[in-house]
């Protein structure tokens, strides 16, 4: 667990069935011009339980329950996703590279000052905890790079 600037997690070799993620993103005609895919596969085994990460956290509330959705998400650079913190009903996010190169998430202060960048590394997470106007963050990809990522969030409901 990291503490600076806010609580996360980096856990490296997240995947179990790190190739089947990445051929699954790499198949995928309605992401290959970029976007997000939202997945809805019956047989959600193949995901890892994040449930689990909750316990580490000082998370948001969720008085009515939760719901958990995983997304493949594609950017080709040049592309700059805003600074931000967590919509207020995401609970927990996790992000996980995919492909061998990437640019990582950069995180900010709660002044929104730069702090630093998650390094991109194949399957590794990025774990966090929304909090109000504390988790700031932003991505990037850099021209002739294609970013790749699954991305897994728990959601009030």
Same mark, same amino acid.
């Given at each position: 667990? #990291?503490?600076?600037?806010?609580? @996360? ?8 069935? &790190? ?10 005609? +309605? ?5 997000? *895919?939202?997945?809805?596969?019956? =047989? ?8 689990? *990460?909750?316990? &580490?956290?000082? @998370? ?10 995983? &997304? *493949? ?5 040049? *592309? =700059? ?6 919509? #207020?009903?995401?609970?927990? +996010?996790?992000?996980? %590279? ?9 995180? &900010?202060?709660?002044?929104?000052? %730069? ?11 990025? !774990? ?8 700031? @963050?932003? %991505?990037?990809?850099?021209?002739? #790079? ?8 728990? !959601?009030?409901?």
């Amino acid at each position: 667990m #990291e503490n600076k600037p806010w609580l @996360h997690i980096i856990k490296d070799n997240f995947l179990d069935d &790190y190739q089947f993620h990445l051929d699954k993103v790499l198949e995928r005609k +309605s992401i290959g011009s970029g976007g997000k *895919y939202k997945l809805s596969i019956s =047989d959600q085994t193949i995901f890892p339980d994040i449930v689990k *990460y909750l316990d &580490y956290f000082d @998370h948001r509330p969720f008085k009515n329950g939760y719901k958990i959705d995983w &997304y *493949y998400s594609v950017q080709h650079g040049p *592309y =700059d996703y805003h600074i931000h913190s967590e919509w #207020e009903k995401k609970i927990l +996010s996790v992000v996980v %590279y995919l492909g061998d190169v990437g640019t990582g998430t950069e995180i &900010y202060n709660i002044d929104k000052s %730069y702090f630093g960048q998650i390094k991109w590394k194949p399957n590794r997470a990025f !774990i966090f905890a929304g909090k109000d106007d504390v988790t700031w @963050h932003s %991505y990037r990809s850099v021209e002739n #790079e294609t970013r790749k990522t699954l991305n897994g969030f728990i !959601i009030a409901t």
